[in-house]
Nanobody
Framework: QVQLVESGGGLVQPGGSLTLSCVASGFIFSSYDMRWYRQAPGKERELVAFVSITGGSTNYADSVKDRFTISRDNSKKTVYLQMNILKPEDAAVYYC?????????????WGQGTQVTVSS
């Protein structure tokens, strides 16, 4: 069955770094754009970063630009989010998302999320 399994979250001090991973199975990973979203308590889920099918195109929310880097390894069916200079406002549950445009709309899958806590 389709699975997206995130890992790498945890507690980090402000200014620190974390790398999130999301391993895909059950679908053709290399045919899907990948995104990282996050949701903090009481807030809506927001798009953090995007990477295209080949990895050749990326895009970031303004709030994380120049601090976060999204990448993918299609041979490992994995997407990564390298997060540097973490701030308390980066604390959230981070979700990976796979999305594919199809004739009638889009097909997408979500992971279960991984918690990132930024605190001293």
């Amino acid at each position: 069955q389709v699975q997206l399994v995130e890992s790498g979250g945890g507690l980090v001090q402000p200014g620190g770094s974390l790398t999130l991973s999301c391993v895909a199975s059950g679908f053709i990973f290399s045919s899907y754009d990948m995104r990282w979203y996050r949701q903090a308590p009481g807030k809506e889920r927001e798009l953090v970063a995007f990477v295209s099918i080949t990895g050749g195109s990326t895009n970031y929310a303004d709030s994380v630009k120049d601090r976060f880097t999204i990448s993918r390894d299609n041979s490992k069916k994995t997407v990564y989010l390298q997060m540097n200079i973490l701030k308390p406002e980066d604390a959230a549950v981070y979700y990976c998302n796979a999305r594919q445009a199809i004739f009638i709309g889009t097909r997408e899958y979500w992971g279960q999320g991984t918690q990132v806590t930024v605190s001293s």
